[in-house]
T-cell receptor, first 114, second 112 residues
Framework: AQKITQTQPGMFVQEKEAVTLDCTYD???????LFWYKQPSSGEMIFLIYQGSYDQQNATEGRYSLNFQKARKSANLVISASQLGDSAMYFC???????????FGQGTILTVHP | GAVVSQHPSRVICKSGTSVKIECRYLDFQATTMFWYRQFPKQSLMLMATSNEGSKATYEQGVEKDKFLINHASLTLSTLTVTSAHPEDSSFYIC????????FGSGTRLTVV
C-alpha cells in the first residue's frame, strides 16, 4: 500500500477491556500486505500481526486480531483484554512491493489505565 | 527467528563530530537494509536503503553526504552521521526484509 493513515494520535483504555486502533490504507495493487507493530518506550519494534490481501480470514495472534475490511481499505487492530504492558505506540505499515521499504502510519499512542 | 544487532543503543556526541551506527545480521544474510529516523512521538521515516555491494538509495530530502550508508557485506550495514549537529538528535533504527521485517533495537543519538 502506498499510503497508510492512522487517525488516532492517542487512545485510552481500561485494563481488561478491548480496544480498536484504526488504520486505513490506499493502494491500487491487488496484492499487498499490512503489518502492525508495537513500539514501547524502549524503542524496539515488536511485530504483532500480518494480514495479506488475499487472506480469506482476518488474522489473529493471541490477544491481537485484525478487523480487515478490503472494501473500506481498513485494517484495524483489535487488542482484547488490555494489559498495562500494552501501553505503547502502535504502527500500521505496508510495503509498496513485497519485501520493499515499509511505509508507516502516523502511529497511535495507547495508554492502558489500571 | 532472525536477529539484527544494532549498536550503539545510545550515544551522546559533541557537535561537529561523526557517529557510526552498526547493524549486524546475526543468523542470516541480507542484501538490503532499510534505515529509518524517528523523532519523539512521531512515525518512522525512511532515510535510505542500503544495498550490498552498491550505492545506497536515499529518500528525497536526505543529505547523502551527511548520512553515509555502507553495506560492505551480507551481514553488516552501517550509518554514519557526519558533522553531527543538535538537529540530528533522533532515534535511528534499521530493518532488514527478512522473516517479514526484522528490526534492530535502535540507536538514540543526542548531539550536544
Amino acid at each position: 500500500a502506498q499510503k497508510i493513515t492512522q487517525t488516532q494520535p492517542g487512545m485510552f483504555v481500561q485494563e481488561k477491556e478491548a480496544v480498536t486502533l484504526d488504520c486505513t490504507y490506499d493502494t491500487s495493487d491487488p496484492s499487498y500486505g499490512l503489518f502492525w507493530y508495537k513500539q514501547p518506550s524502549s524503542g524496539e519494534m515488536i511485530f504483532l500481526i500480518y494480514q495479506g490481501s488475499y487472506d480469506q480470514q482476518n488474522a489473529t495472534e493471541g490477544r491481537y486480531s485484525l478487523n480487515f475490511q478490503k472494501a473500506r481499505k481498513s485494517a484495524n487492530l483489535v487488542i482484547s483484554a488490555s494489559q498495562l504492558g500494552d501501553s505503547a505506540m502502535y504502527f500500521c505499515a505496508s510495503p509498496p512491493t513485497s519485501y520493499g521499504k515499509l511505509t508507516f502510519g502516523q502511529g497511535t499512542i495507547l495508554t492502558v489505565h489500571p | 527467528g532472525a536477529v539484527v544487532s544494532q549498536h550503539p543503543s545510545r550515544v551522546i556526541c559533541k557537535s561537529g563530530t561523526s557517529v557510526k551506527i552498526e547493524c549486524r545480521y546475526l543468523d542470516f544474510q541480507a542484501t538490503t537494509m532499510f534505515w529509518y529516523r524517528q523523532f519523539p512521538k512521531q512515525s518512522l521515516m525512511l532515510m535510505a536503503t542500503s544495498n550490498e555491494g552498491s550505492k545506497a538509495t536515499y529518500e528525497q530530502g536526505v543529505e547523502k553526504d551527511k548520512f553515509l550508508i555502507n553495506h560492505a557485506s551480507l551481514t553488516l550495514s552501517t550509518l554514519t552521521v557526519t558533522s553531527a549537529h543538535p538537529e540530528d538528535s533522533s532515534f535511528y533504527i534499521c530493518s532488514a526484509p527478512h522473516y517479514g521485517y526484522t528490526f534492530g533495537s535502535g540507536t538514540r543519538l543526542t548531539v550536544v
